[in-house]
């Protein structure tokens, strides 16, 4: 098994154990979590979220953020992968 990594969904009060090769929205929708989501592949931002407090996310797969935005801490739950623990405000938008 891979790694894994704690993600607070700080809104819910919803904390996570995520493997780093499983996207946020996938793993949060397993533990019966409702996130806002549309396209699953990183281009339409409904899935957005912002980052309160570092952190690392794999989101190489996304083109809805620019590198602006993502350097601002926002994430695309339905591609982000998390690459350290994190702490996550749902329904954020840039």
Partial sequence: MGKTHEVEFVKEDVTLE???????????????MSPPYRCRR?????????LL?????????????????KDEGYVLTCIGKPC???KLETESSP
């Fill in 18 to 32: 995520v493997p780093e090769n499983k996207s946020i929205l996938d793993a949060a929708e397993e533990m019966g």
């Fill in 42 to 50: 990183g281009i339409c931002g409904v899935c957005c979220a912002k």
């Fill in 53 to 69: 407090d570092g952190g690392d996310v794999d989101q190489s797969e996304g083109m809805f953020l620019s590198e602006s935005e």
């Fill in 84 to 86: 350290s623990d994190l």
